[in-house]
């Protein structure tokens, strides 16, 4: 990590933290929706309801954050998924996304899957592997998993 950072602090959301993990999105996810529309919808979202963020915090302030999902979506007894992972574009690409999924990956036991819509080696560098061609169900995304699993049973859908 950069000198010019202290160090991390990786730990689950607080409720106070939302409105900044939604914030830290919508450069990415916003669409070029108006900041008050972007930001309902994130408040409103079933499937930001439906997982736990975690968060890394420097000097206090939230830098980043991951979604974690147990259940639905088609993930397999006792594995998980990682979804909407984001970093704060001022302290991007200083080491913050890979200290929080290390983080995760350390915490959450069993295998673990994600769909990376952008830099699928970032997460090859963590352990993940791309599944098999007739698991790829969505276009411009390549679903991934770290851990055993039974490519031939599954079916996992977007998260």
Not at 54 to 79: E, I
Not at 90 to 113: D, I, N, S, W, Y
Not at 129 to 141: F, H, I, K, M, N
Request: hydrophobic share 45%.
């Amino acid at each position: 990590m950069a000198d010019l950072l202290p160090a991390p602090v990786v730990r689950p959301a607080r409720p106070d933290d939302l409105e900044a993990v939604y914030l830290l999105g919508y450069d990415a996810w916003g669409g070029g929706a108006p900041l008050g529309d972007y930001l309902a919808e994130c408040r409103a979202s079933a499937k930001y309801a439906s997982g736990r963020w975690t968060v890394v915090a420097v000097r206090g302030a939230v830098a980043g954050a991951v979604l974690v999902y147990r259940g639905g979506f088609g993930l397999p007894a006792g594995a998980w998924g990682a979804g909407s992972l984001c970093v704060d574009p001022a302290v991007r690409r200083l080491g913050l996304a890979k200290a929080l999924m290390r983080t995760v990956l350390e915490r959450e036991p069993g295998t673990a899957f994600l769909w990376a819509d952008a830099v699928p080696d970032f997460y090859r560098g963590l352990g993940f592997a791309p599944l098999p061609e007739p698991c790829q169900t969505r276009p411009g995304s390549l679903l991934m998993a770290r851990g055993s699993h039974d490519a031939s049973t599954l079916r996992i859908s977007y998260f």
